[in-house]
Every structure is written in C-alpha cells, then in structure tokens.
C-alpha cells in the first residue's frame, strides 16, 4: 500500500481517546472519540522532568511572541464604547470592505463582493470548526472529511463532532510533503465531503502548487466536495518578491469564477502579532459563506466592536506585516544554519516553523532528555500526526517554532547544538 493513501481512520482505543466514565452526564457520545490536545500530551510527557536552572525557552507552540503594533491596540482603546454595543454576526460594512480589498490586493485578484464573498471571524481556530459543522450533511451515507498528516488537530475534531469520520493523508519527506491526489481510491473520494487544505503547512511550511490546485478543483468539482483552505500561515515568507499563492488566487489564475466550492481562512493572529484579538476572516463561494453566516448567526460568534476596529486598522496596513517578515527572516538566517548538522530540517516556503528529523528516531524520547538537559521545549513530531496506511508520518520529527525574540531563538540553537553534541 503506498504510504499517502487516504484511508479511514481504524477504530480508536480508549487509551488514545478521551474517556467519559459511566454514569456521568449523557453527553454528545462523539465527545469519546476525541484525543488530547498536543499540549496536552506534552505537558504529560514532562511531568516530573527536572529541567535545569537555565531560563526556559519554549519553541513547543506556535504562539507570535513579538508585540502587537501599537496602532492596532490604539484602535482597540479608542473604540471600547463598542463593549455597550450588540455586534452583527456579518460585521460592520467597513470590517467587510477592509476584507475584501485585502484578499483583492495580496492575491491579485478582480474586486472581492463584501457584502457576500467575505466574513469575519474569531481566528481561523473557530472557523475551521464551526466550517465543518455547517457543511457536512449526516443525512448522506458514512460522510468523509479529508485532513493532511501530519495537521492541525482541529480539523480532526471538527470532523468528528460534525458526524463524519476524517480520513488522514500522509505528506512524508519522500513524496516532499504533498498530497498525491491519485494515490486516494475512488471509492473513498466518493463519501468524502470536506478536504481541509493547510498552506503554507503546519508543520512543514510547505505551500501548494499551481498544478495542484488544478488537479483539487478537478477532484471537487467531479466528486463534490468542499475545500476549507487554511492559510493563516500565508503572510510569514522569506522573499519579499514571491508570497505563498492562495487558493483564491489559484482559482483567478485558473480561470474559475465564483470560487466553487472553496473558502479560504485568514488570520491576524500570525500576520500582526495578534492571536489574542482573536480575529479573521473567510472568503470564497458566496453561496458557502451564505449557508455558513447562518450557522454563525446560531452559533453566537459575532465579533466585538472593539476588535473590528483594532482588525481594520490591521487588515489596512502592510508596513508592520513586511516588518515582522523581516524579523522571522533575521531568525530563520541564523537558526537554521547552527541546527542542520545536528536537526536536519528542510528549509520552508513560508511559516516560522522547522520541520527537524531528530537523531535515533524517537522524538518523545528526544523532547524529554532536551528539555531535561537544556530547558528546551520542542514538540515532538508524532503529536501531530496520525497512525494511516502504516505510520505516523510526524514520528522520528520535531516541531521547533521560531517565535521568540532572535536572541532567544539562537541562545536555544546553541543549547541544542550542545546537547546533541
């Protein structure tokens, strides 16, 4: 069987699931089948490890440390009055053009309609969960949702919650980290309703192709199913002349109208140091983000005043944007080349993620003597991946977030250089 072969999940154990003990509160039994969270099982994995008195550093979660701009918190002060205020779930009409002349802009493409091609939403988090829940349609035989593997738990969770099960496409160093859409049986893309794309990706910052996303609006538009194309990665890049493509810009490049099929996820999280704000936005098929404003009006996720006008402020500027760039660049420059003798990683498209083989193999084992000897805090690879066709494509790797300060980012590197010496 070849490794990337998207498959159903086979049966959970309770030892890898949450557990609901009997007799407690009849609850959504589908809340079983939910695993912990990565943190979570890195928080188990060092309890009790004694780390060194050494100030920690934590390249574990992909958290922006660097500050928030201060005209977007001007903006968010200036505008507290909001807080008396009930918001519109849609967002003011402001919030919606700044939206939509910027996916216009960064992606090259004709006018955006704000009024029907745009949403906010409360980081890309929330969105790609609630996404799921509004269109997957239990009422159709043993619903699907495609997910990358290694990938963002959410999307898992998102799956299972919405009635489906997820399925896991392996992306290994040996397929170069990307999906071989020919490698899926047909019988299985026939049940599949959502494909959950990640570009630039987490945790390999590899970003798609033209040519593939040709060959995903073909499969959509023959099979059915809805693209959810996670993008909140997209404005961290090393060359200030080529940034990451979208899906939406594929799609204009490609000749298609109306964005069939396709939403695309965006964030001020990571593009503004902001993942407190809790802001972002969707875009693509109107008829999808019609159908998805009436799941959100229900699901209560109306954006305060307040942060819409912090979110305008940032959606409307590029200076800091290009300024934080440079600063993971500056990072990126430095790190990566002290790790590679010892932590060989593939430089990546976009993101501020490394990608690392660990030596010997076992990346829990590696984490835990690291943090113990170094007071290092990595995450071990296989967390974020699944068992499918064989392996855990994330096992044998680690994830190391280049999110503090460049100073802390290379006091880490030399500690980890140390210790694998």
């Known amino acids: 069987m070849r490794a990337n072969t998207l498959r159903p999940p086979a049966a959970r154990t309770p030892e890898r699931c949450y557990h609901v003990p009997d007799g407690s509160p009849r609850v959504n039994r589908r809340l079983r089948l939910l695993q912990p969270y990565p943190f979570e099982r890195l928080r188990t994995l060092l309890a009790g490890v004694a780390a060194p008195p050494l100030a920690p550093i934590r390249l574990s979660i992909g958290e922006p440390q660097h500050a928030t701009p201060e005209f977007v918190r001007r903006a968010l002060v200036d505008h507290l009055d909001g807080l008396a205020t009930y918001p519109t779930t849609a967002g003011s009409d402001d919030l919606r053009r700044a939206l939509a002349e910027w996916f216009a802009a960064r992606y090259s493409l004709p006018a955006l309609d704000a009024g029907s091609e745009v949403l906010p939403v409360l980081g890309t988090r929330e ?219 593939a430089s990546p498209d976009a993101g501020f993620y490394l990608w690392a083989r660990v030596p010997g193999g076992d990346d829990e084992r590696f984490v835990r003597e690291l943090y113990e000897a170094t007071h290092v805090t990595l995450l071990p690879g296989q967390y974020l991946g699944r068992d499918a066709a064989g392996l855990n494509p994330g096992r044998g790797y680690v994830r190391i977030a280049l999110v503090p300060d460049l100073g802390e980012c290379v006091d880490a590197a030399r500690r980890i250089v140390d210790f694998c010496s």
Not at 242 to 247: H, K
Not at 272 to 293: C, E, H, I, M, Y
Request: glycine letters at 8%; one cysteine or more; charged letters at 20%.
């Open 127 to 345: 969105a790609l969960f609630a996404f799921a829940q509004a269109v997957i349609d239990t009422s159709r035989p043993a619903p699907l949702v495609g997910c990358p593997n290694p990938f963002y738990q959410i999307y898992e969770g998102a799956a299972l919650l919405a009635g489906a099960e997820p399925v896991f496409l392996n992306q290994t160093a040996d397929n170069g980290f990307r999906a071989d859409l020919d490698a899926i049986p047909e019988e299985v893309w026939a049940r599949v309703q959502l494909l959950f794309v990640c570009s630039p990706g987490n945790p390999t910052g590899r970003v798609v192709r033209l040519d593939e996303w040709r060959d995903l609006f073909e499969r959509s538009d023959r099979v059915g199913f809805v693209i959810a194309s996670d993008e909140c990665y997209s404005e961290i890049y090393g060359d200030e002349s080529q940034p990451p493509i979208g899906g939406l810009e594929a799609a204009h490049r490609l000749g298609r109208t109306g964005f069939r099929n396709l939403v695309v996820f965006s964030s001020l999280s990571k593009r503004s140091n902001a993942p407190g704000l809790r802001s972002g936005a969707v875009a693509g098929d109107k008829s999808l983000l019609r159908q998805f404003l009436l799941y959100r009006t229900y699901h209560g996720s109306a954006m305060s005043l307040a942060v819409q006008h912090a979110s305008v402020a940032a959606w409307r500027d590029e200076a800091h944007v290009r300024e934080n760039r440079s600063r993971y660049r500056d990072k990126f420059a430095l790190v990566a080349p002290m790790l590679a003798p010892v932590l060989p990683a």
